[in-house]
């Protein structure tokens, strides 16, 4: 058995374009958010405003890593570690900057001077509100962080031989006769394979406890597929039933016994996912043989 190893590497070239460019959204969104934030003093209302500012350096941080190709963990988190703290610096400078109206590289240059005036101005009206600040940081700074660290091996695999990231998935939900722990799928994979869970019956999304299995493959080549596990189900030990799920297992690599049209039995885009050569010649074939003067008779009809 084994599962997909992230090879540590990534595209300086990428990085050289895709991390300039995400620093720049970010540090006009900081603009925005700052002035936002300014003029609108209820705590609330702001707290939501961090919590959609958190998630645009959240989603712009994980197009820069994807967009450089970083297959490396460490290197993942450091620079959404970076996005975060640089977005959330700018918020406060800008924010100091509209309160004193100077320019932002002003209050870059000397930015000591204008904290110590801000924090003069909170003391004669009543306390520096450290809380609020801490808070506002521990968001914004600790959700992206937490968003990648999570993802051990990134959100999806990455095809070595292609250069790109398998973006091709299908799920499959399945009731199985038993509650399946990680051990026990790896020997029925690896005893069985594949093909004997397929031949479960299938599931519901709404309905309470079942599998969900996601295969992911690169288009291109075909190479590897990788597997990836969900358990939906219902925990009946709280007041309300509330239906919960858990990750099993994730980027499993498969030795495939069965057939693409097996797997995706059901599926109404399986073919056109997989042949695109035969559909584009389909398609074109039926132009050629394009007849306008069917079109005359509908219109007699």
Known sequence: MAYYQESKKFSLARMAWAY???????FGI???????????PASFFNFLIAGLYMLIIAVVGTLAIEGAKIRHYNLRVFS??????????????????????VPFFTVLTDFSFYFERLTG??????????????????LIVGFPIYFVASARKGDK????????????????????PQVFTLSELEDKIEMDGIRSFLNY????????????FIFLWCSSCRGNVYLSV????????????????????????LEPDFSWEELFEGSNDSEDRFNFSESTNTESNDLENFDPNEFDELEEI
């Open 20 to 26: 300039p460019l995400s620093l720049l959204i970010i």
């Open 121 to 138: 101005g909170f003391t004669r009206n009543g306390g520096i509100p450290y809380f609020s600040w801490l808070s506002e940081a521990a």
């Open 230 to 253: 969900k358990r939906h189900y219902t925990d009946n030990s709280k007041t309300i039933d509330k239906n919960e799920s858990e990750d099993i297992m994730n980027f499993y690599e």
């Open 157 to 176: 695999p990455y095809c070595e031989v292609c250069d790109k990231w398998m973006e091709n998935s299908e799920s499959k939900l399945l009731k199985l």
């Open 30 to 40: 900081a603009d925005l958010y700052a002035y936002v934030t300014l003029e609108n």
């Open 80 to 101: 959404m570690t970076l996005f975060a703290v640089i977005g959330l610096v700018c918020a406060w400078i800008f924010f100091l900057a509209l309160i004193f109206e």
């Open 201 to 212: 019956d299938r599931a519901h999304k709404k309905d309470p406890n079942h599998y969900e």
